[in-house]
């Protein structure tokens, strides 16, 4: 479904901002500098492209209100989908530890006389 909005959204985007740019303004707009604008529409171009471009702005509102909710809805973490590295705590029997008799013998400074 947010594949969908979202395809929605891109396209509209890109009519929005063609329908931004073909208006006419203070400076004249990209309609005038063709000129071929009022001869494929009418002499209302100014008024229908006002009209078009109010409903894509709708329409792009209402995509990214949608997309915002479906996003917050998910509620998931970027890390779930990474496996799990951490090893369990290894558990140590202490009673076993000093049960055990020594595996070697050491002796410490034995003196001995060899000989003198």
Do not use: W, Y
């Not at 396209?11 to 000129?35: E, H, N, P, R, Y």
């Not at 990214?64 to 558990?91: F, H, I, N, Y």
């Amino acid at each position: 479904m947010s594949t969908f909005v979202t395809v929605i959204h891109v396209i509209t985007c890109v009519l929005l901002i063609v329908s931004i740019l073909m208006q006419s303004g203070k400076g004249g707009g990209l309609a005038q500098g063709f000129d071929s604008a009022e001869n494929l529409l009418g002499a209302q171009t100014n008024q229908f492209m006002l009209k078009v471009t109010t409903v894509l702005c709708v329409i792009f509102l209402i995509t990214c209100l949608g997309l915002a909710v479906m996003t917050s809805k998910k509620q998931r973490s970027l890390l779930e989908d990474l496996p799990d590295t951490r090893k369990a705590p290894a558990v140590v029997n202490v009673e076993q530890l000093f049960d055990q008799a020594p595996a070697q013998t050491i002796v410490i400074n034995a003196a001995t006389n060899s000989a003198k």
